[in-house]
């Protein structure tokens, strides 16, 4: 039954947005506001699809310890579910994306009109230092900023370092960091093609206190993602 609902839910996933990307290319020309709201109408519409086909829903804790005005969410990467959840809960975030994606017929094109805050992981200084202008200019509009701080998704279990993109923005932004944990490569791992029904949960912590010099800031940051991700896996697998 699992197999037959991920193909199912695979088949409809690239058939319907195939058919949503060709038909939305004249959207192109409008407003990166309106882009980001209709990008997620079509998020909203692929986590429905993963609930509905597959039987993956979610829930999110620890809502209360986010600080009022713009964030820095420092979120645990497994799944192309996270990509797609944290735009349609948040609102109007900036999310920040690797180079590399733009590259990706579509959804290059389509988060570039978005105004998605582009990062060159090779790039050294000056890439950290055009990073840090657009979460600036996202943060004076009063917009919290999306960031996979490992840079890339993981598998359940993996380490991965975290990389020095949001150490920068903790040093010069001046916005709370608040790490997030969650298990959605339980459900939907990455480069998979099973889906597996459950509940997906995403917890915010503790946001991390300011004044840190750099390695202690991503000690403290990973310590805290890492600790909890284990426990929600944890309890993905009882």
Not at 71 to 80: D, P, T, W
Not at 127 to 156: E, W, Y
Not at 192 to 219: M, N, S, Y
Request: glycine fraction near 10%; proline fraction near 8%; aromatic fraction near 12%.
């Amino acid at each position: 039954m699992i197999f037959v609902r991920s193909l199912l839910f695979n088949l409809v996933f690239y058939v319907s947005s195939a058919v949503i990307a060709l038909a939305a290319l004249p959207l192109l020309a409008l407003s990166p506001a309106f882009m980001r709201r209709a990008g997620a109408r079509w998020s909203g519409y692929v986590i429905w699809l993963l609930k509905v086909i597959v039987g993956a829903g979610w829930e999110v804790r620890g809502v209360d310890r986010i600080p009022d005005g713009p964030v820095i969410f420092g979120i645990k990467h497994q799944s192309a579910w996270d990509t797609l959840f944290f735009p349609v809960y948040f609102g109007d975030p900036a999310m920040i994306a690797k180079k590399e994606l733009r590259l990706i017929p579509f959804y290059g094109w389509y988060a570039w009109r978005a105004g998605a805050v582009w990062i060159d992981r090779k790039g050294g200084v000056g890439a950290l230092r055009a990073l840090i202008r657009g979460a600036l200019d996202a943060v004076k509009h009063g917009r919290s900023i999306i960031m996979f701080p490992q840079g890339t998704r993981t598998l359940p279990g993996e380490k991965r370092p975290y990389q020095p993109g949001i150490a920068a923005l903790y040093a010069n932004v001046g916005a709370p960091v608040v790490p997030v944990a969650l298990n959605s490569g339980m459900y939907w791992p990455k480069r998979t093609f099973i889906k597996r029904p459950g509940t997906i949960v995403v917890e915010f912590l503790e946001p991390v206190p300011p004044g840190l010099d750099r390695a202690a800031f991503l000690d403290v940051l990973a310590e805290r993602i890492e600790a909890a991700t284990e426990r929600l896996e944890a309890g993905a697998r009882n």
